[in-house]
């Protein structure tokens, strides 16, 4: 296959620029559509495919929200589509092979559709490696860009099609805010709202302070302001968006406004439900132990990772806190948020993990009660210390030890939602199950699924429900008439 590498404008990523943290200024920048980009779309469909977390989630609504505004409209039909974008997840090796098997798909659909414009964004391009793999293997890609240059989105589309050239196109920098960026929100009663981006922790382990830039916080009176219009539009549940939410306002120099602060000011708006994630057990604090325990619209339900219960792991992760200190924390959680329900992240097999440090982590687990987690095998990821970290596991060890973990915290899945048979629980409803199109499925305010008959329940509707049966992993309930 011929390489032409015929972009007009070449900006490669690079990881030592990415991790530095120079003190840059944030601009907020407002999003403008720019008229010469405004019918662009017109006629066209794109489809949007989103890999990783919340944040990608978040941004892919943005994504769609720009991409509408040119007049494109969404497709599901994969050989329909004009443009077809990958927002992508660079956290774990498994995710990023994904992806290049689904963008090979659709470079075969480009035979039967030869106006095809295919782009990738996101995390992954934010890596050399991914950019080496794509002028390699994978030089047909007519857009590639990263998370700091989204809105720039329109410029990429006009000279792929008017221009017809190629754009590879990401920064390294510590980032910036935009503002009034449109949003197509995929959910009618949920929605996400950021309210930081980027991180500053540096855990060994991970790539997203070098794909995401540093920690930056949005104006608090933008995000109450978002919040409220959200309400106004009859959205019932909000959750706040930040790989750090914790680290709220540090780096707003100007006033002394924390997270504990906006939960706070959150909690006196008229919306039913408030969530938040991520948070990070060293920042947790208790003025926002306090907040929580204001109730309300604040939900009673946190995920907080503590991703080993070794201390010696803990250390060589640079999480800064130990098991204890962690275990102090959920101690004051459940002392003021009586029945809160705690989630968590953890991950195995991290390098030269041992087999008493693994069952640390299973007797963390114990005590804690975790009633949902997510559990990982450690991925090398390039350009992080722990990339270069010796004594690997065998890939036996590394399964072995994740399928313990998951028995363990099942067990303590069940014991957690046992507690509900009996009890009504408000549900807020999401539409028909996947498994059981005649059954509803739903949220309670400790975040867990529930499944139920209601041939009338909308999509957002908060509807009262008899919990009837537990599972390790969703409720069965019967709606109260
Ligand atoms: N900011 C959040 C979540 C970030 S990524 C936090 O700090 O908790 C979500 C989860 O992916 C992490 O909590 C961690 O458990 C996992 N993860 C991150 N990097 C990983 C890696 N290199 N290998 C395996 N799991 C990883
Ligand atoms: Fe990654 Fe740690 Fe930041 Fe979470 S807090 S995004 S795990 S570096
Ligand atoms: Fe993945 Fe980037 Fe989120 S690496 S987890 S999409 S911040």
Known sequence: MK??????????????????????????????????????????KYMLKTYGCQGNLADSEKIAGILEMMGYVETNDELAADFVLFNTCAIRENAEERVFGEIGRFEKFRKKNPNMLIGICGCMPQEERTINKIKKTYPHINIVFGTHNIAELPKFLYN????????????????????DVPVKRDHPKKAWVNIMFGCDEFCTYCIVPYTRGKERSRRPEAIIEEVKELAKLGYVEVTLLGQNVNAYGKDLKDINYTFADLLKDLNKIDIKRIR???SHPRDLDD??????????????HLH???QSGNNRVLKKMNRKYTREEYLEKIKKLKEKVPGISITTDIIVAFPG????????TLTLVDEVGYEGAYTFIYSPREGTPAATYENLLTDEEKHQ?????NERINDGFLKGRLRFEGHVVEVLVDGPSKNNPNMMTGYTPHNMLVNFEAPN?????????????AYSWHLLGELVK
């Open 160 to 179: 792929a099609i008017i221009e017809k050239q190629k754009t590879l196109e990401v920064l390294s920098i510590e980032g910036h805010i935009y503002e």
């Open 3 to 44: 390489k032409d590498i015929n972009y007009i404008n070449i900006v490669e990523p690079s990881i030592k620029e990415a991790r530095k943290r120079r003190g840059a200024e944030v601009l907020i920048k407002n999003f403008i559509l720019e008229p010469k980009y405004l019918n662009l779309g017109a006629g066209k």
């Open 287 to 300: 003025a926002t132990i306090d907040a929580m325990s204001l109730g309300g619209n604040i939900m009673p």
């Open 457 to 469: 329940a909308k999509v957002g509707d908060l509807v009262q429900v008899r919990i009837v049966k």
């Open 304 to 306: 907080l990772p503590v």
């Open 353 to 360: 993990e041992t087999e008493e440090e693994f069952n640390d």
């Open 401 to 405: 030890r994740l399928n313990q973990l």
């Open 276 to 278: 938040f994630t991520t």
